[in-house]
């Protein structure tokens, strides 16, 4: 049983899913190191048996970042190595055994935007707001959104949002990239929930090409990354389970593209 070291982190398993919470209402889900730790013990347990996480937030926000509360007399090693433990657990969620669904609403702002960042699908509520008020705050970046957050949204975009304290709302998120899936307030979960179970069925090889492969092609020079698309590409028509599902498309037994 996948289990939480603290109350900051719920757990829950739905069938072949697992969905966790960041629960610190109170502090809108201001993430101190005990909630990141804890994010990193439960992926740590991720099994077979588990095809897809879903991440939220409870209460009225997503996250509010990093706990400023904890942000006191660091020197500058204790920085660096802050932020290097929150690298390794983001790279935790997005190097997982599984892919991970975020579902948003409300703030998701400076570290709270890291760990949706560190995700692979983002579903949006209608509240859902967007910011990195570390620009204003004196700090920088630390939970690796310099190198997730242009991916999704650009450079330009970034840096205007720590320049200025620009603020995306939920339909300029969805159309800037932020999120793939805009919902109306409250139908969050059940739409993570909905591309949480196509994930989960899936061929695993396909979901780890897509999951641990693909960052790396997109991290390539052309022709590294024309190779590693072809081994890929040779490697998953050879296992059994696409030859099944090829089969079954062909004789008529698979659904058709659209057909759900
Ligand atoms: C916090 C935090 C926090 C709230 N650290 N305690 N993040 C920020 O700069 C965002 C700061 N937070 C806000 O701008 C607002 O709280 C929100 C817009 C997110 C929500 O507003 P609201 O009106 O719903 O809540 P609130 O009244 O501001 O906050 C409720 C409580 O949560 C209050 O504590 P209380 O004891 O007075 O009740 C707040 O102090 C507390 N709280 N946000 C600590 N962030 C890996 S590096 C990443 C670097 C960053 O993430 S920097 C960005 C930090």
Same mark, same amino acid.
């Given at each position: 049983?996948?289990?939480?070291?603290?109350?900051? @982190?719920?757990?829950?398993?739905? $069938?072949? *899913?697992?969905? *966790? /919470?960041?629960?610190?209402?109170?502090?809108?889900?201001?993430?101190n %190191?005990?909630?990141?730790?804890?994010?990193?013990?439960?992926? %740590?347990?991720?099994?077979? $048996? =588990?095809?897809?996480?879903? =991440?939220?937030?409870?209460?009225k926000?997503?996250?509010?970042? *990093?706990?400023?509360?904890?942000?006191?007399?660091?020197?500058?090693?204790?920085?660096?190595q802050h932020?290097?433990?929150?690298?390794?657990?983001?790279?935790?969620?997005?190097?997982?055994a599984?892919?991970?669904v975020?579902?948003?609403?409300?703030?998701?702002?400076?570290?709270? *935007?890291? =760990?949706?960042?560190?995700?692979?699908?983002?579903?949006?509520?209608?509240? /859902?707001?967007?910011?990195?008020? $570390?620009?204003?705050?004196?700090?920088?970046?630390?939970?690796?959104?310099?190198?997730?957050?242009?991916?999704?949204?650009?450079?330009?975009r970034?840096?205007?949002?720590?320049?200025? #304290?620009r603020?995306?709302?939920?339909?300029e998120?969805?159309?800037?990239?932020?999120?793939?899936?805009?919902?109306?307030?409250?139908?969050?979960?059940?739409?993570? =929930?909905?591309?949480?179970?196509k994930?989960?069925?899936?061929a695993? @090889? /396909?979901?780890?090409?897509l999951?641990?492969?693909?960052?790396?092609?997109?991290?390539s020079?052309?022709?590294?990354?024309?190779?590693?698309e072809?081994?890929?590409?040779?490697?998953a028509?050879?296992a059994?389970?696409?030859?099944?599902?090829?089969?079954?498309?062909?004789e #008529?037994?698979?659904?058709k593209?659209?057909?759900?």
């Open positions: 049983m996948i289990t939480s070291a603290s109350t900051t @982190l719920l757990v829950e398993k739905k $069938e072949n *899913l697992l969905i *966790l /919470t960041l629960n610190r209402p109170e502090k809108r889900n201001a993430c %190191d005990e909630l990141i730790l804890s994010i990193e013990k439960v992926f %740590d347990q991720v099994n077979d $048996e =588990i095809k897809c996480i879903i =991440i939220k937030g409870n209460g926000h997503f996250s509010a970042g *990093l706990d400023l509360s904890e942000l006191k007399e660091r020197d500058i090693v204790q920085g660096l932020s290097q433990m929150w690298h390794r657990v983001m790279n935790k969620i997005q190097f997982a599984c892919p991970v975020a579902v948003l609403h409300g703030a998701v702002v400076g570290g709270g *935007l890291e =760990i949706a960042s560190a995700c692979h699908i983002r579903v949006a509520e209608k509240s /859902t707001f967007y910011a990195l008020p $570390e620009g204003q705050r004196g700090i920088f970046v630390g939970g690796g959104a310099s190198v997730r957050l242009p991916k999704l949204i650009g450079v330009a970034m840096t205007d949002m720590m320049l200025t #304290g603020v995306f709302n939920a339909d998120g969805e159309r800037i990239g932020m999120a793939q899936y805009l919902v109306e307030e409250g139908a969050g979960l059940e739409k993570g =929930i909905e591309l949480a179970s994930i989960a069925s899936n695993g @090889l /396909t979901n780890y090409a999951t641990h492969v693909l960052p790396k092609i997109v991290d020079n052309q022709q590294e990354g024309l190779m590693l072809s081994m890929m590409a040779a490697m028509q050879d059994p389970e696409a030859k099944q599902r090829l089969k079954d498309f062909l #008529g037994r698979a659904k593209v659209g057909e759900s």
